[in-house]
């Protein structure tokens, strides 16, 4: 498993490097640039604009030699460059953020298994009954809604009942808080976030749940586990469900990937402080190094969700091998 695991790495590197050069070509190729506002202010004159250029080593006008310079730094001193809009080092920034991120993720991956799971078990064995279709019904929200007019929804459900923070990730008090206090405040903020990030997962996941679980439900293992006189509970949650869960397992990277993107915009909506809504104030603001920074990260996030996902199947079932 080391060498499938060095062997995965390895192959990630040209594929960052791909992203990294063909995301530096996209936002250079976007019209205009960070200094436009200075430009069009009257009161910059353009020596002090020639100036913030040298600087911030916008003075090249060939977007390929900025990046050979920006890689040389990044692979050498692990430097990603400073953030034009902060003026801060965008590793400073990123670090903070990809945190927030990761947990926001990892918290709608734990929801959406929580309950999709032992949902999906429900609807399987109770098939055509009030609860399969209270389950189906479930599913059928989960996946039509559309993230940002539900995230919208529970603002206004927020601001209704004034049970949950809609923006930040951290009360104003935090700093005086104790360390459990400042977990709860934290989980706290991350309730809503978490609920609309990982229904559509939860939903995905049940629906898959089900109709594995009622493909194996009819296998003959199955049927010679029922006849040896096991109890049902038993025949479905150690002998059907084991099998019927792996490939949910598959889709693991998958979802990672519709959690990242879909945090994007739920994150704004929230004011959450995460790597998707750094991005898109990058992106406004013209910050090239931040923008490719981030979008690399992302990119990382993805291909370590993705392994994970193929360690996990293979612990799962030990048919599987890794080489």
């Known amino acids: 498993m080391r060498t499938y695991i060095i062997k995965r790495l390895l192959q990630a590197i040209p594929l960052l490097f791909a992203i990294s050069l063909v995301t530096f070509f996209l936002i250079n190729r976007t019209p205009g640039d960070y200094l436009a506002r200075m430009r069009m202010n009257p009161q910059i004159s353009e020596e002090v604009i020639e100036a913030e250029k040298r600087r911030l080593g916008l003075d090249n006008p060939h977007w390929y030699v900025r990046y050979g310079k920006w890689l040389k730094n990044v692979i050498l001193h692990q430097d990603f460059g400073y953030s034009f809009s902060t003026n801060q080092p965008v590793f400073?920034?990123?670090?903070?953020?990809?945190?927030?991120?990761?947990?926001?993720s990892a918290s709608s991956i734990m929801f959406a298994w929580i309950l999709s799971i032992p949902l999906g078990i429900l609807s399987a064995?109770?098939?055509?009954?009030?609860?399969?279709?209270?389950c189906s019904a479930?599913?059928?929200?989960?996946?039509?809604?559309?993230?940002?007019?539900?995230?919208?929804?529970?603002?206004?459900?927020?601001?209704?009942?004034?049970?949950?923070?809609?923006?930040?990730?951290?009360?104003?008090?935090?700093?005086?808080?104790?360390?459990v206090q400042k977990i709860l405040d934290v989980a706290h903020h991350l309730v809503l976030p978490t609920i609309v990030l990982g229904t559509a997962s939860m939903a995905n996941y049940m629906r898959q749940m089900r109709g594995n679980l009622l493909d194996v439900l009819r296998l003959d293992y199955v049927t010679?586990?029922?006849?040896?006189?096991?109890s049902e509970p038993v025949v479905i949650l150690k002998h059907a469900t084991r099998n019927a869960i792996n490939p949910l397992i598959t889709?693991?990277?998958?979802?990672?990937?519709?959690?990242?993107?879909?945090?994007?915009?739920?994150?704004?909506?929230?004011?959450?402080?995460?790597?998707?809504?750094?991005t898109i104030e990058a992106l406004f603001a013209k910050d090239m190094y931040l923008v490719v920074a981030a979008v690399l990260m992302s990119s990382v996030m993805l291909i370590i969700g993705n392994l994970i996902a193929d360690l996990i199947l293979a612990l799962s079932d030990p048919r599987i091998r890794l080489e």
Not at 224 to 230: D, E, P, S, T
């Open 251 to 278: 889709l693991f990277g998958y979802s990672f990937s519709v959690l990242l993107s879909g945090a994007f915009l739920v994150e704004v909506v929230f004011s959450y402080p995460g790597l998707g809504r750094t």
């Open 224 to 230: 010679v586990a029922r006849a040896k006189g096991l």
């Open 92 to 104: 400073t920034i990123i670090k903070e953020r990809l945190f927030n991120t990761f947990i926001l």
């Open 138 to 179: 479930i599913a059928f929200f989960g996946l039509s809604i559309p993230d940002v007019f539900f995230a919208l929804l529970m603002v206004l459900f927020a601001k209704i009942t004034g049970w949950f923070p809609t923006g930040g990730m951290r009360s104003l008090n935090y700093e005086e808080l104790s360390t």
């Open 125 to 134: 064995v109770y098939q055509y009954r009030w609860v399969d279709k209270l």
